[in-house]
């Protein structure tokens, strides 16, 4: 893959080299790995974990592929993946379409845990990838959950998250792997349900229960912009670098003063008005505009039409609007627009289980 150049100001120009590598190579084991009393499974165990909304990166300065953080905060959704795993002798069996990105994963535990045998692994998703609902992170995290339990669970759930993060990859045509992009919100809000608020360094600030029993409403306007690849890394590691060196210090005193009092409170509007100012600033407004000025209008005529909290998810085009209004509402307002509700669901305040 080509050498791609990363531009956060005058000063600083760098390239970073999205140089392939087998699955199992350059493990970040994080000092976890130790002498762990195994205890194997005998029956398959089966996880479900939810999907997520991202609502920003706090700072795209402190976030590279080959360096998770940046900080942010998003959500979990009642739109679940699920992974079966099944302890075996020896191998690792597949049943999924992504095969490098898991195997580079199991590669991974195996290393930490000192796990020896074989896993049959079976993955359903959620099927909607690319599109800003946190499909591979869903997929890791179920993953790596499922045979953490299958052997015992001799990990912690943050060293499970903070070894997705520090492991994360995105698979390549060839059958290789590469260093992808990740701020760790998706797994902190898949493992524990609600609202998730990281620092940087995959840092868990605050994670609390969110808009419980209110409607979230699903929509995938038509775009033609890229949300993955070369395109996605032009938008994250050049414009939003430039924009968070302005509005990194207003996202953060947000959060900080607004968002994280308006969860403990349970104040849907408030937290909604705090992601509505965000929607403009620093890193999100590059991924806003990356999708064309369209998605902006579609947002407005909602936040117009009086619906709490509208907001992107990731690099888009997903827009999410959570609500006391019903269906028929929401679907008044989008009509006129051209666009319709691609999914309604609910905010998703358990996290993963074990069925």
């Known amino acids: 893959m080509a050498k791609m150049t990363i531009r956060g100001g005058d000063l600083d120009l760098v390239e970073y ?4 590598f087998s699955p199992g190579d350059y493990i970040n084991t994080l000092g976890f790995e130790k002498d762990y009393p195994l205890e194997i499974s005998e029956k398959p165990v089966t996880v479900r974990v939810p999907a997520r909304i991202h609502l920003t990166v706090l700072d795209m300065n402190r976030f590279a592929p080959n360096r998770p953080g940046g900080g942010g905060f998003g959500f979990a959704l009642q739109l679940y993946s699920t992974a079966t795993v099944e302890c075996i002798p020896s191998g690792v069996e597949i049943h999924y379409t992504r095969v490098p990105m898991l195997r580079h994963l199991v590669a991974v535990l195996q290393k930490v845990t000192g796990y020896t045998g074989g896993f049959s692994i079976t993955v359903v998703d959620h099927e909607r990838k690319h599109v800003g609902l946190g499909s591979t992170g869903s997929v890791l995290t179920a993953v790596a959950h499922a045979v953490n339990t299958a052997i015992g ?49 995959l840092t868990l600030i ?27 890394f032009n938008v994250l590691m050049n414009r939003a670098r430039v924009l968070d060196y302005r509005d990194r210090e207003l996202k953060a005193y947000l959060v900080l003063m607004d968002l994280i009092p308006a969860l403990i409170h349970d104040d849907l509007r408030r937290a909604g008005d705090v992601v509505w100012e965000i929607e403009f600033r620093g890193s999100k407004r590059a991924e806003v505009e990356h999708n064309s000025f369209m998605i902006y209008q579609y947002m407005s005529h909602l936040r117009e039409a009086g619906f709490e909290f509208v907001a992107m998810s990731s690099v888009g085009p997903t827009i999410a609007v959570v ?23 609910k905010v998703d305040n358990e996290g993963i289980k074990v069925i």
Not at 17 to 20: G, K, M, R, S, Y
Request: overall charge negative; charged content about 20%.
């Open 17 to 20: 080299d999205f140089a392939p």
């Open 153 to 201: 669970s001799p990990l912690t759930t943050k060293q499970l998250r903070l070894l997705v993060g520090h492991n994360y990859v995105e698979e390549t045509a060839t059958g290789e792997v590469v260093q992808g992009f990740e701020t760790g919100v998706g797994p902190a809000a898949v493992a524990y349900g609600g609202m998730a608020v990281l620092g940087d360094e």
């Open 206 to 232: 605050c994670c609390h229960p969110f808009a419980k029993d209110k409607n979230v409403f699903i929509i995938i306007p038509p775009v033609e912009a890229e949300a993955a690849g070369e395109s996605e």
């Open 323 to 345: 609500t006391e209004a019903s269906r028929a509402e929401v679907e008044a307002v989008l009509k006129p627009l051209g666009i319709e509700i691609a999914l309604e669901t």
